[in-house]
């Protein structure tokens, strides 16, 4: 099993520019996470998705949209970045909430 | 305050060590708890679940004290391996589900 996949692990983005960062699980996980870490911080969730066709905001959601088509399959659309989006993304899924969180290896965004 | 607050760091400490982490959170309601550890520039994973009787596995030892809302990570016998950023995480079932990430405390096990 591969576990959960990130792709890109590397970007660089022009203000204004949008792109979509891809997250997949192959663990029949119901539940799915983005969050992103800024130096020093802790994460923060920015959505979350409790199965196929349910998704809800996070506490930063603002910037970002998501959907869930599949349950392996959770999207993160940034649109119009700006440089407060710079950070690591990371995705996670869980078999039910309050159990371990399985992480991707992270996408690094870097916002100009 | 911040819903989970642990030990700013970093802890510098040599091989053989025994270091001690803690971590209080604000909800009293809270469910599950859990130490994760976080490689520099890497996912985090996760180290151990922390139960009310308190855990143990191998050097590591996890403690919960639910009157005093404080989780404790004690790792013996430190070592170079063990460098890295703690995670101390906490889900609150009631109140709005959600999983809460401590901010970490970084470890750096010197020889």
């Known amino acids: 099993n591969a576990g959960v996949t990130q792709t890109p692990k590397f970007r660089i983005l022009k203000i204004g520019q949008s792109m979509t960062l891809q997250c997949t699980q192959d663990?029949?996980?119901?539940?799915m996470y983005w969050y992103r870490q800024d130096p020093g911080m802790g994460l923060k969730l920015i959505y979350y998705?409790?199965?196929?066709?349910?998704?809800d905001k996070g506490e930063v959601p603002n910037g970002y949209n998501v959907s869930r088509s599949t349950t392996e399959d959770f999207p993160l659309r940034l649109e119009l970045a700006a440089p407060s989006q710079t950070s690591v993304y990371f995705c996670?899924?869980?078999?039910?909430?309050?159990?371990?969180?399985?992480f991707g290896p992270g996408t690094r965004l870097t916002v100009l | 305050r911040k819903e989970v607050e642990q030990d700013p760091g970093p802890f510098n400490v040599p091989e053989g060590a025994t270091v001690a982490f803690n971590c209080t959170y604000s909800?009293?309601?809270?469910?599950?708890f859990f130490w994760y550890r976080q490689d520099c520039r890497k996912e985090p994973k996760l180290l151990m679940s922390?139960?009310?009787s308190g855990n143990e596995d191998g050097r590591f030892t996890a403690q919960l004290n639910r009157a005093s809302q404080y989780i404790s990570l004690l790792i013996r016998d430190s070592k170079l391996s063990d460098s890295a950023t703690y995670l101390c995480?906490?889900?609150?079932?009631?109140?709005?589900?959600?999983?809460?990430f401590g901010a970490g405390t970084r470890l750096f096990v010197k020889a």
């Open positions: 909800n009293s309601a809270s469910q599950s």
């Open positions: 995480v906490v889900f609150q079932g009631t109140g709005g589900f959600k999983t809460i």
């Open positions: 663990m029949n996980h119901n539940y």
């Open positions: 922390v139960y009310s």
């Open positions: 998705s409790v199965g196929a066709g349910i998704t």
């Open positions: 996670a899924s869980s078999s039910r909430q309050g159990n371990e969180q399985f």
